[in-house]
């Protein structure tokens, strides 16, 4: 006769989802979290055992409900850290957790069935997979930006204190203005800033770059700078638009013999913020564009693929940077945002 189970001790499905969820994103932080202890107490409630036990590398075991024996549950503990092998003792059971091949702790049952340890284990497991391929992200993202920062070309920086130098004596107030300038540039791009900015401090580098470009370039660069009041105040990942502008002086002006136009453009567009670069410059082929979004283009527009990855990464695959251009048409760059996104706060 099969026995029924008391429909109180069976948990909800959208119980057993809402727990799981609970538990893992108690687990991102490791085995070593400062969480450890409460998905552990929630995982001995989700499968319904009296004792569990999660243990990181060093044996350091945090445990929740009725524990074993000490001196059983040191031994199982040890022989699984020793042999990445399950083992048991009377009634403590424990499995080796690896995370990407790796072994990263164990976990211990006490007055559990087999199929209860693998698949609580199984459930640990997902978690810190998870909590590493997003710690793996971030990683990831601070690399880009550490990128851009070091991107400075030292060719324009040496031309900007070469020129700051030459008017020391001519134009004093002028090279006290530029090394001003210089100053604020060197401290926005290389200073450790949080991940995002507001478009006006985005506007504000911009100025100051283009403000030594123009010390460094003469008459050989006009530029353009229009930003609207209303996008003034929206939060966008940080250093966004300086390399774009950056990108389109080195590789639109400089390489024409006759002077070039830089604009630079912000405003708002129903619920969006969109930004634009153009210039009139050599331009490229729409494939090289293409190439360069997508990281296929070794040496050249870093600064682009860095800008379109991290807009991608925080707004999703439908925005990025658009570029339009052509051999001899010049380059338009545009940076299209949300006015307003959940977490994204300067």
Same mark, same amino acid.
């Given at each position: 006769?099969?026995?029924?189970?008391?429909?109180?001790?069976?948990?909800?499905?959208?119980?057993?989802?809402?727990?799981?969820?609970?538990?893992?994103?108690?687990?991102?932080?490791?085995?070593?979290?400062?969480?450890?202890?409460?998905?552990?107490?929630?995982?001995?409630?989700?499968?319904?055992?009296?004792?569990?036990?999660?243990?990181?590398?060093?044996?350091?075991?945090?445990?929740?409900?009725?524990?074993?024996?000490?001196?059983?549950? @040191?031994?199982?503990? =040890?022989?699984?850290?020793?042999?990445?092998?399950? !083992?048991?003792?009377?009634? $403590?059971? *424990? /499995? #080796?957790?690896?995370?990407?091949?790796?072994?990263?702790?164990?976990?211990?049952?006490?007055g559990a069935k087999a199929a209860v340890l693998r698949q609580a284990a199984d459930l640990v497991?997902?978690?810190?997979?998870?909590?590493?391929?997003?710690?793996?992200?971030?990683?990831?993202?601070?690399?880009?930006?550490?990128?851009?920062?070091?991107?400075?070309?030292?060719?324009?920086?040496?031309?900007?204190?070469?020129?700051?130098?030459?008017?020391?004596?001519?134009?004093?107030?002028?090279?006290?203005?530029?090394?001003?300038?210089?100053?604020?540039?060197?401290?926005?791009?290389?200073?450790?800033?949080?991940?995002?900015?507001?478009?006006?401090?985005?506007?504000?580098?911009?100025?100051?770059?283009?403000?030594?470009?123009? @010390?460094?370039?003469? =008459?050989?660069?006009?530029?353009?700078?229009?930003? !609207?009041?209303?996008?003034? $105040?929206? *939060? /966008? #990942?940080?250093?966004?638009?300086?390399?774009?502008?950056?990108?389109?002086?080195?590789?639109?002006?400089?390489?024409?013999?006759?002077?070039?136009?830089?604009?630079?453009?912000?405003?708002?567009?129903?619920?969006?913020?969109?930004?634009?670069?153009?210039?009139?410059?050599?331009?490229?082929?729409?494939?090289?564009?293409?190439?360069?979004?997508?990281?296929?283009?070794?040496?050249?527009?870093?600064?682009?693929?860095?800008?379109?990855?991290?807009?991608?990464?925080?707004?999703?695959?439908?925005?990025?940077?658009?570029?339009?251009?052509?051999?001899?048409?010049?380059?338009?760059?545009?940076?299209?945002?949300?006015?307003?996104?959940?977490g994204v706060l300067p």
């Amino acid at each position: 006769m099969t026995q029924r189970v008391p429909w109180r001790s069976r948990p909800a499905p959208a119980g057993v989802l809402a727990a799981a969820r609970r538990i893992t994103e108690d687990l991102m932080d490791g085995l070593s979290g400062t969480r450890v202890r409460r998905a552990a107490h929630a995982l001995r409630r989700l499968f319904d055992v009296p004792g569990l036990g999660v243990s990181d590398l060093s044996g350091s075991l945090v445990w929740s409900g009725r524990p074993g024996a000490d001196d059983v549950v @040191a031994q199982v503990l =040890d022989e699984v850290l020793h042999t990445e092998e399950p !083992a048991a003792r009377g009634e $403590a059971a *424990a /499995v #080796p957790l690896h995370v990407h091949d790796e072994l990263a702790g164990a976990l211990v049952l006490v007055g559990a069935k087999a199929a209860v340890l693998r698949q609580a284990a199984d459930l640990v497991v997902r978690a810190l997979e998870r909590g590493r391929l997003e710690a793996s992200a971030d990683q990831a993202a601070q690399a880009e930006l550490r990128a851009l920062r070091a991107e400075m070309s030292p060719h324009f920086v040496y031309n900007a204190l070469t020129v700051i130098a030459s008017l020391v004596r001519s134009e004093p107030d002028r090279a006290r203005d530029l090394m001003l300038d210089f100053a604020d540039y060197t401290r926005y791009s290389l200073a450790r800033h949080g991940e995002y900015t507001v478009v006006a401090e985005e506007f504000r580098a911009v100025e100051t770059y283009l403000a030594l470009q123009r @010390a460094v370039l003469g =008459d050989r660069l006009k530029v353009q700078v229009r930003v !609207a009041p209303e996008v003034l $105040a929206v *939060a /966008v #990942p940080y250093l966004v638009l300086e390399p774009l502008v950056e990108n389109a002086i080195r590789h639109g002006i400089e390489p024409r013999p006759e002077a070039g136009l830089v604009q630079v453009h912000g405003q708002a567009e129903g619920n969006d913020c969109v930004l634009t670069v153009e210039d009139d410059g050599v331009g490229m082929p729409p494939k090289q564009a293409a190439d360069i979004l997508a990281g296929r283009a070794a040496g050249a527009g870093l600064g682009l693929a860095n800008v379109d990855r991290r807009l991608r990464d925080v707004y999703g695959a439908w925005y990025g940077l658009t570029v339009e251009t052509e051999v001899g048409a010049g380059t338009r760059v545009i940076v299209r945002v949300p006015r307003f996104q959940p977490g994204v706060l300067p």
